[in-house]
């Protein structure tokens, strides 16, 4: 089984619409961070947001947001006002410990697409 | 600030050949772990660096080496290339701080190894 689910392969919206982003995670343990990350085409991975599973709170950062819950095991992402500058794909990832240290294991990823 | 810096960018490479990809951390950084992303999937953790070490290693082949210098850089060697080994190599850097080794992990933009 996954440990990371990104149910969505690929997104195509038009500008200025919003758009989230679905993530769901599966860990036993209770001490875990979740990432969100975005590749554009160029290839490298850019961080976005980290959060551990003791902090609940949502987040909010421009454009960008996060809704954690741990009752469903989701870390999902909304873009607001989407814009051209946003198509990328977003690579979702769990840490969780093992031997001491934290390895991300990431889900599949989802192609967003923002048409002008 | 220099972030994560990979080389070459590109490689062409032929069955049976051996190849070294190189990395150089986040300023600041003293760990460093590797990934190998294939096309349309997340990435996959082959192995993490710290101390000069090999601390953790994924779910791959002997094929794949490694090793970290003292000022933290780190080379990836992949031996008796198969044509599956096609891919984007990334590297990521983080802090191991003692006691805490779930620091945020940052990529470089990455190496596209191609193997005819």
């Known amino acids: 089984a996954q440990k990371v689910t990104q149910a969505q392969t690929e997104i195509s919206v038009v500008e200025k619409e919003d758009v989230t982003l679905d993530c769901v995670y599966e860990?036993?343990?209770?001490?875990?961070?979740l990432f969100w990350y975005k590749q554009p085409p160029s290839g490298e991975l850019v961080f976005l947001i980290r959060?551990?599973?003791?902090?609940?709170q949502n987040e909010i950062s421009g454009r960008y947001s996060w809704n954690f819950q741990k009752s469903t095991s989701s870390f999902n992402f909304t873009i607001t006002a989407s814009q051209v500058v946003d198509s990328a794909v977003y690579f979702c990832a769990l840490s969780e410990p093992a031997r001491g240290s934290y390895i991300p294991t990431f889900g599949r990823g989802t192609s967003l697409i923002v048409h002008p | 600030d220099a972030g994560v810096t990979q080389s070459p960018t590109h490689l062409i490479k032929t069955r049976g050949q051996q190849v070294t990809l190189r990395c150089s951390p986040k300023?600041?950084?003293?760990?460093v772990s590797w990934y190998q992303q294939a096309l349309g999937q997340g990435p996959q953790f082959i192995f993490q660096?710290?101390?000069?070490?090999?601390?953790q290693r994924g779910n791959f082949p002997d094929r794949f080496s490694g090793h970290q210098f003292p000022n933290y850089s780190s080379e990836l060697n992949v031996n008796a290339l198969l044509l599956g080994d096609s891919a984007l190599y990334l590297c990521a850097s983080s802090l191991s701080r003692q006691g805490r080794l779930a620091d945020t992990q940052y990529f470089g933009p990455g190496t596209r190894l191609t193997v005819l």
């Open positions: 860990t036993r343990d209770t001490t875990y961070y």
């Open positions: 660096y710290y101390e000069e070490e090999e601390r």
């Open positions: 959060r551990n599973s003791f902090d609940e």
């Open positions: 300023s600041g950084h003293d760990t």
